[in-house]
């Protein structure tokens, strides 16, 4: 069995997330979706969610496509995978400036042993969370 993570905010759900998360879906058995607590986003992304997390965890696990979800309270990916031993971590092919160093910092774990491949998916063109709050801030 395949298992696949990867986390986000998922703040004013969109196709864009859809899209990522069937991708994922489809490249392994179990996909399991980290949930950005409203906390860690306000200390790594600056923004506080629109939509509360307890909600956002709530809309994720209707997808079909997600198996489990659970909260991300860090950016530790090591720490995630010390409890579910993914194969794969999915990123986004334009990921936060951020993430190289969280990349690095779970890298460098695994030393002595095969880390999970990471897989970086297609952004959808257009379509953004920050596209939509900025039009929902703008009216």
């Not at 950016?75 to 990921?95: N, T, V």
């Not at 999970?116 to 959808?124: A, G, M, N, S």
Request: aromatic share 12%.
């Amino acid at each position: 069995m395949i298992i696949g993570y990867t986390s986000g905010v998922f703040d004013l759900f969109h196709q864009g997330h859809v899209n990522f998360l069937k991708t994922a879906r489809s490249m392994c058995d179990k996909l399991i979706i980290g949930v950005t607590t409203d906390e860690l986003s306000m200390d790594f992304k600056k923004k506080k969610p629109i939509v509360p997390s307890e909600e956002r965890k709530s809309i994720v696990a209707a997808i079909r496509y997600v198996d489990l979800v659970i909260p991300q309270e860090t950016m530790d990916k090591y720490g995630i995978w010390e409890q579910y031993k993914f194969d794969i971590l999915f990123a986004s092919q334009s990921p936060t400036l951020q993430w190289k160093s969280v990349e690095g910092e779970f890298l460098s774990h695994f030393k002595d042993c095969q880390p999970p491949r990471i897989i970086y998916l297609p952004y959808t063109p257009g379509i953004s969370s920050s596209i939509r709050r900025s039009i929902v801030e703008n009216l």
